[in-house]
């Protein structure tokens, strides 16, 4: 019953995506979301599409799976990244008023190729992830519910995403996320109502909980997250294309209404996880399989349905950031509709293929690029904020420890790494890596400034 049920309310959301699709396509709604008779979005369509594409499936697990093993700190911390929305609208806004169209545009004003080229290989991987870890995602619903791998799911909804994705790129997403967040709010509201009305839930025991493993480490997260949360929203180019397709006033309102929002968002959801650990249920299948035998089974199916629409809502809006990244910025493709459309399927087959790998931990994808961004705390912060020229070689070194740090977290259990890293929790470690390259980073940046 669950299955079917699953099956049908998804459908449904991917007929209802392809309607809301453009019927005609051009290229500059393709790569700049630009509507058929050239007009830029309102400000309610800009604000569900950044909080749909923000609140994407990997997030919602996260803050889920951090508030079982930590307690409401867990959930905090990751809410604590939405705060992006505030200081990404920041530095949209300081770009635009330099006269800047991208943070690209900024980089190679000031550091040439050499700026836009690093900036984008931290991008291009991020985007990676995000196809990976929604897909990833995918199949671990599948095989909650359905059994076996999941591979055939993480097919079905690849080629689903892609078919209206590829057909309007920018425009597309910016269409189709208004109708899934709709969608997503409702499924997810239904499930948030009856999990607060249920007999065993206890708001005081929610905003108190320590989680199955203790709160410190939670807490020591959402440190990790107030030194990444500057950084962090400069180096996701599904934000920052949406910060360059509107008028400047829309465009700050919008970023404040996403914050909002989507912070509650992820905070209601984390309340699922912390509600699993106060009943004592055992952790199984990243919570899937935990939540499947918590709830009623059309709660689980609401929960599901929620999860499945953030990741159709984040894939469409991945591949259209990556087709603007390859054409645009690195021109590598032809800037047309079929350029696009190819740079989208290399980018769902990668990120399809890294499903097979078995990475199992959804949070490394988040604090490995958190950190490699890091290098762009001291540039925006002396470069674009107090205005200082910044020379190119302590730009490189930045960015080289930033860099540095994400493979050190990312190969923690390296020999070689481990050896020198301190002992403690994972996120200890996280936290004293972030420290070094910020330390680092600031330094060469300042060593190196000077007055325009």
């Known amino acids: 019953m669950q299955a079917t049920a699953l099956i049908v309310i998804f459908a449904l959301v991917v007929i209802a995506s392809l309607f809301a699709a453009p019927r005609r396509a051009t290229v500059d709604g393709f790569f700049g979301g630009m509507s058929v008779n050239g007009s830029a979005p ?4 800009l604000v569900l599409s950044q909080v749909t594409t923000w609140i994407f499936a990997r997030s919602l697990m996260n803050a889920a799976i951090l508030g079982y093993f930590y307690g409401i700190a867990g959930t905090l911390a990751y809410a604590g990244y939405y705060a992006s929305f505030l200081t990404g609208g920041f530095i949209v806004l300081r770009l635009r008023e330099g006269g800047a169209t991208s943070v690209q545009d900024w980089l190679g004003a000031r550091f040439g190729k050499v700026g836009t080229t690093t900036y984008n290989v931290v991008i291009g991987l991020r985007l990676l992830s995000e196809v990976f870890a929604n897909l990833f995602v995918v199949g671990l619903i599948a095989a909650a519910v359905f059994g076996g791998s999941g591979t055939l799911a993480i097919l079905i909804v690849a080629v689903l995403g892609f078919a209206y994705s590829a057909w309007g790129g920018l425009s597309a997403a910016l269409r189709t996320d208004v109708v899934q967040m709709v969608l997503f709010l409702v499924a997810f509201g239904a499930a948030f109502i009856a999990l607060i009305a249920g007999p065993d839930f206890n708001l005081g025991a929610v905003l108190t909980a320590p989680g199955t493993s203790g709160p410190y480490n939670g807490w020591v997260l959402l440190v990790v997250a107030a030194l990444q949360v500057f950084s962090y929203p400069a180096h996701d180019p599904v934000m920052m294309d949406r910060g360059f397709i509107a008028d400047k006033e829309t465009t700050r309102r919008s970023f404040l209404h996403a914050f909002w929002i989507s912070t509650l968002c992820i905070i209601g959801f984390g309340f699922f996880g912390i509600q699993a650990s106060l009943t004592g249920a055992e952790y199984e299948g990243e919570l899937i399989g935990t939540w499947s035998t918590m709830f009623p089974a059309w709660v689980f199916v609401l929960l599901m349905v929620s999860l499945l629409v953030s990741a159709l809502s984040t894939l469409d809006s991945a591949l259209a950031s990556a087709a603007r990244l390859v054409v645009d910025e690195l021109r590598l493709a032809p800037r047309s509709l079929s ?11 990668a990120g399809g293929a890294l499903t097979l790998w078995g990475n199992k931990t959804l949070f490394d994808a988040v604090a490995v690029s958190g950190t490699a961004s890091m290098f762009l705390s001291p540039v925006l912060i002396v470069g674009l904020v107090v205005g200082r020229q910044i020379a ?7 960015f080289t420890s930033a860099i540095l740090g994400a493979i050190a977290y990312f190969g923690r259990a390296w020999p070689s790494i481990a050896s020198i890293l301190p002992e403690g929790h994972k996120y200890e470690q996280l936290l004293v890596i972030c420290i070094v390259v910020l ?14």
Do not use: D, E, I, N
């Open 439 to 452: 330390v680092v980073g600031f330094t060469a940046v300042l060593a190196g400034a000077r007055k325009g």
């Open 339 to 349: 350029g696009g459309r190819a740079v989208m399927v290399v980018f769902m087959l």
């Open 392 to 398: 190119l070689w302590s730009y490189l070194v930045a």
């Open 42 to 45: 309102g400000l309610w369509v």
